[in-house]
């Protein structure tokens, strides 16, 4: 069966970054578009970046020029480098991977920014 399995949220103080992982397994990792989404209590899930089958990357507006997502499909992994987090950045983040109709998520992972 897939499975997506998010590791690296904590908390941090403002300013401070963070390194999320999610590793899969059950599916052909390198042909899946991957990404990050969030979502803060009482929003909607929004989507923070995402990086295609073919290394290209977008990212939201909110957090450009600061959050930087990869993949390394040797470890069928994809990562969310977080710098300069905000409290606003506060969140469940979640791992999501995608082709055609096939959708799949994980579990999701706690990321707190506070003082």
């Known amino acids: 069966q897939v499975q997506l399995v998010e590791s690296g949220g904590g908390l941090v103080q403002p300013g401070g970054s963070l390194r999320l992982s999610c590793a899969a397994s059950?599916?052909?990792?390198?042909?899946?578009?991957m990404a990050w989404f969030r979502q803060a209590s009482g929003k909607q899930r929004e989507l923070v970046a995402a990086?295609?089958?073919?290394?290209?990357?977008n990212y939201a507006d909110s957090v450009k020029g600061r959050f930087t997502i990869s993949r390394d499909n040797a470890k069928n992994t994809v990562y969310l480098q977080m710098n300069s987090l905000k409290p606003e950045d506060t969140a469940v983040y979640y791992c999501?991977?995608?082709?055609?109709?096939?959708?799949?998520w994980g579990q999701g992972t706690q990321v707190t920014v506070s003082s």
């Open positions: 999501n991977a995608q082709r055609t109709v096939a959708r799949y």
């Open positions: 059950g599916i052909t990792f390198s042909i899946y578009n």
């Open positions: 990086i295609t089958s073919g290394g290209s990357t």
